[in-house]
């Protein structure tokens, strides 16, 4: 190997970290971006020397990177008598193949295994403490793309200086979106930029421990206790992470619990509205009562959106509602969400938000002649799912839109939003989450966005009891007299005498 080749290796040393180097890997070079890290990669070949096992998978990870994979370590292994590894074998993380136990087609998960070869193996020469290629598969199975290198998990990161600069904005009141907008133009566009808006808002609400001033976790266990203290069928938990710090909040009032032994047929599930406005990752559980009107059944305030941090406050929702699951929920097209549904609501008929899709549509479809006809093709209502099918496949091939990959997802996901394929199960006469936005828009006036986490659950309170004052008064007008009926059929006397007003005037 000549001495430039043995320079480009060495410059991946155990001392740079990957994860922290991406943007600029070698060392004094402040103008690097992954777009360089493509540009000027060496090709691995048999025989590379390394000084350390790190400095191998840090290469390696740099090489997928500029091609536009990701890594696994496939396996390693020690030699007899000696407590270091001595041998790697580092895969594409698209090798061996998925085994699913579950036998209904509709709830698989899409995997990307694909028993792809590529990879290179490793080995450390105990006389010199040297590791050295052994073999190199190069080629691989399946399509490669540099440009989509950023978005795999094992290269998403946020810089130390980004860190720093989004807990500066985040202390003085910034909207994270306008961070994350700042700090896009100031890296020169996405492509240049190692992470996404979920990462920072996982990382925000995670140095914020959900705004938990000192004191505010003992207060508001006190504040909960006090609640319970009213009323034995109050529910509350709180999940604390090693330091005893507040990590995830859930509580549900009796009133609650009791209205969901009446109205358990559908849910919808958001974290997205207050998350956006207040900065707090409220997550409400959303259901719709005999006046067609939203009703709150269970809070969680959640550190994080990932799998974990709902499986957490779904399972506490459901030992309050004494392990009665709803018939069918809503909620986005999160995956960590949908794989905590897949644990915790194995049998709940899940269904996708229609409104969150319609919402991404100017984004994915931006500058396509075809955006009105898939616009108009995803509102529409079919009769038939052969129907809806007919007439995806005619909008698609006109448009030579087979390419796409969100629409394509999107039809292989179908039998959760499209309601043709839906209508076998009963919704309520609710299709998104907008119970959930329009639920949320109550607490306009008792909350801001530095709201701590003790006035919030306060403040809250307050809040519900103005709504349940409001379904009193809903109670009210159905005692004091019937709607008239516009005709005499007595199947019309039935629904007077069945349905509430707002009901009966639907």
Known sequence: MSTQEMDGVRSFGASNSFVEDLPQPVEGNMQDTPESVRNSMIEPRVGMEFDSLQQVIEFYKHYAYSKGFATMTRNSRKNKGFSETSYVNLKCNREGRYSSSVDDPSKKRSTIKNACEAGIKASMDITDKKWRILSFIEDHNHDLSPSKSRHFAAFRHISTDTRRRLLINDNAGVRINSSIKASIVEAGGYENVTYNQRDVRNFLEKERRLKCKEGDGQAL??????????????????????????????????????????????????????????????????????????????????????????????????????????????????????????????????????????????????????????????????????????????????????????????????????????????????????????????????????????????????????????????????????????????????????????IFKR
């Open 221 to 502: 266990h006190d504040y909960f206790v006090r609640m319970q203290a009213k009323n034995s069928n109050f529910y509350h938990a709180l999940d604390l992470d090693d330091e005893l710090r507040v990590r995830n909040v859930f509580w549900v009032d009796a009133r609650s619990r009791a209205a969901y032994e009446s109205f358990n047929d559908v849910i919808t599930f958001d974290t997205t509205y207050l998350t956006n406005k207040y900065d707090m990752p409220f997550a409400p559980f959303i259901g719709i009562n005999h006046h067609g009107e939203s009703i709150i059944l269970g809070c969680g305030l959640l550190s994080s959106e990932d799998t974990d941090s709902f499986v957490w406050v779904f399972r506490q929702w459901l030992q309050s509602m004494c392990d009665i699951a709803p018939k069918a929920i809503i909620t986005d097209q999160c995956q960590a969400m949908r794989r905590a549904i897949e644990i915790v609501f194995p049998e709940t008929v899940h269904r996708w938000c229609i409104w969150h899709i319609m919402m991404k549509l100017p984004v994915k479809l931006a500058g396509l002649e075809a955006y009105q006809d898939i616009k108009h093709l995803l509102k529409a209502v079919h009769d038939s799912m052969e129907e809806f099918e007919e007439k995806w496949n005619h909008t698609i091939t006109l448009h030579h839109l087979e390419e796409n990959e969100w629409l394509a997802k999107l039809y292989e996901e179908r039998e959760r939003w499209v309601p043709a394929f839906l209508n076998s199960n009963f919704f309520a006469g609710m299709s998104s989450t907008q119970r959930s936005e329009s639920m949320n828009a109550f607490f306009d006036g008792y909350l801001h966005n530095s709201t701590t986490l003790k006035v919030f659950v306060e403040q809250f309170e307050k809040a519900m009891r103005n709504k349940v004052e409001k379904e009193i008064l809903s109670d009210f007008e159905c005692f004091k007299g019937k709607l008239e009926c516009s005709s005499s059929s007595p199947m019309e006397k039935q629904f007077q005498e069945a349905y509430t007003h707002e």
